[in-house]
């Protein structure tokens, strides 16, 4: 769940009043995404969400996020595209928080992903791609393999808590990591963070993609390897491989991969898996008392994690040369 | 927050074949009422809630429930409207739970109300007493007087903790209540729970009152009494004469009092104050470790008990014969 902050009809009415949206017919907080306080509002021109960022978002990052998916839309990219203010900017405060209204986007999330829906996404992850190349904007990725460090160190002296031996085993897949990272690969906007959650479906056809919360500059192949991540394994903790295959082809009919992405992809998905592990522990280790989310089990992500590692090429994610 | 269990895509999808909405576009959890589980749910026929119900709510009541809303609506009461499915029923189930789509009624709660809302809702008060009077099923008010002694058993031992001497206090307006109770007022459906978080505004004007799950049958104007107690209070606790004054006159326009109804008013305005005094000191004393909902204060409560204690008679409220 996640709304952290309340607003009144009539810091709401006043908010309204800068917009060229009518007036608000409701206002529902409403469950989505962890970071932000979200709310579905109806207005007389139509169904917005409204975000007010939260203390984990920078403010500094908004226009990066907010011109992103500006940007993604303009381009074909079916997205929440921010409206703007009668005078012109995409961010206002609300509540004593930056706040944005973007389009509501209809759609339902899968929660058991089939192989159609990861072909779907694979293909739509290239045309973010695609779409965000000539995005004027940069943003580092503060939880890329730079990142990791810090993270480990907040988790480290109670990693074994959580798995015993987790301390040790998260150290030796750093340095090795470190040691194997690609250099030079192809570069660009990922999302970053395009779990299941975050893709909505109608009828099977991929609608929409949402929260680009995460988005940022990388590999364009990491961001593959976070999908594969979060929609090729199986609950049991499986590996996947006609969904992982649905999904690098997918991808791939849109932008191909080069031999170069192909060869990295093992480490790039191992590194992400790391990524998730790590933050997820962080988390776990501090949840404080009576949180309002509950965090995800970081063991999820040690067993792909591990999978990551024993794999020997992209062949055991099904690519097909 | 309101969302105690998850509705996959493939269950809503199962369940949404068995009415007339047409296909799912969207379904978020929303944060409304604090019984249920509640979607804000996009079809192709439009906007509608989804309740799933917890376990705090009997399925034994929920034909009365929402027997009456669509009683209600179709006396030109603005409530949520019961959507049946084909096979007739209104009632069905999902994920584990019985399940109802209502109507989405557009609207706005006021968080600051002023003496024009009150007024409001003194009408539409009335026109739902007057509109519910032919409905055909009765539902016992469990939290009437004749409840409240086994609410005050359950806090009894630890009341002194959250006001010292609250324990002796609360027994001494339980005694003096169940002595000079009415008899033989005006009964009927009444809402129970008409807070300001249940009765929505579009540019002023009343828009629906929603969450009739504590309706039931009982003396109208106890009724009146909660509307006066959530209503007609400033946050400083102090009670405001124009508000009530408005509420009262307003619910007298549709509705005409009877003078035993106006007599019994401080002492059915004391009962309802007790009330919520006690239900709400149950839940402050029974906050579960990580709870997703935080309990309302019971002392707001106490000091209302407190002024209706006191006052000689409806005049103290506004009222003029």
């Known amino acids: 769940m996640a709304v952290y902050t309340e607003v009144s009809d009539e810091a709401l009415a006043r908010f309204l009043e800068g917009y060229d949206l009518g007036v608000a017919l409701s206002l529902k907080g409403i469950a989505e995404g962890v970071e932000n306080s979200n709310f579905l509002l109806h207005a007389e021109r139509g169904a917005y969400l409204l975000t007010l960022y939260e203390k984990r978002v920078d403010e500094a990052d908004l226009?990066?996020?907010?011109?992103?998916?500006?940007?993604?839309?303009?381009?074909?990219?079916?997205?929440?595209?921010?409206?703007?203010a009668r005078d012109g900017s995409a961010i206002g405060r609300l509540a004593g928080r930056a706040a944005a209204i973007v389009t509501f986007l209809e759609g339902l999330s899968v929660r058991r992903p089939a192989v159609a829906h990861c072909g779907e996404v694979g293909e739509a992850l290239a045309r973010m791609h695609a779409a965000g190349a000539d995005f004027a904007i940069s943003r580092r990725n503060a939880l890329s393999i730079h990142g990791w460090p810090a993270l480990f160190e907040a988790a480290r002296g109670r990693a074994d808590e959580v798995v015993p031996g987790l301390a040790r085993e998260t150290e030796t897949q750093l340095r090795a990591l470190q040691e194997i990272w690609p250099r030079g690969l192809p570069s660009g906007v990922i999302h970053a963070d395009l779990f299941p959650d975050n893709v909505?479906?109608?009828?099977?056809?991929?609608?929409?993609?949402?929260?680009?919360?995460?988005?940022?500059?990388?590999?364009?192949?990491?961001?593959?390897?976070?999908?594969?991540?979060s929609w090729a394994f199986e609950t049991s903790g499986?590996?996947?491989?006609?969904?992982?295959?649905?999904?690098i082809e997918g991808y791939n009919r849109v932008r191909a991969l080069s031999p170069e992405e192909?060869?990295?992809?093992?480490?790039?998905?191992?590194g992400s898996a790391l990524r998730f592990?790590?933050?997820?522990?962080?988390?776990?280790?501090?949840?404080?008392?009576?949180?309002?989310?509950?965090?995800?089990?970081?063991?999820?992500?040690?067993?792909?994690?591990?999978?990551?590692?024993?794999?020997?090429?992209?062949?055991?994610?099904?690519?097909?040369?």
Chains 1, 2 share one sequence.
């Open 277 to 321: 592990m790590l933050t997820r522990l962080v988390d776990w280790l501090n949840v404080p008392p009576g949180a309002l989310v509950k965090p995800h089990d970081p063991r999820e992500y040690l067993t792909k994690l591990r999978f990551h590692t024993s794999v020997q090429s992209a062949r055991d994610y099904g690519w097909r040369a």
């Open 63 to 84: 226009p990066f996020f907010l011109g992103l998916m500006e940007h993604l839309a303009q381009r074909g990219v079916n997205c929440p595209q921010p409206v703007r």
């Open 238 to 247: 499986e590996f996947n491989v006609s969904k992982g295959r649905a999904m």
């Open 262 to 270: 192909v060869e990295a992809l093992p480490i790039l998905a191992r």
């Open 200 to 229: 909505f479906f109608l009828r099977d056809r991929l609608s929409g993609l949402i929260d680009f919360y995460f988005a940022c500059n990388d590999f364009l192949a990491y961001d593959l390897g976070v999908c594969l991540n």
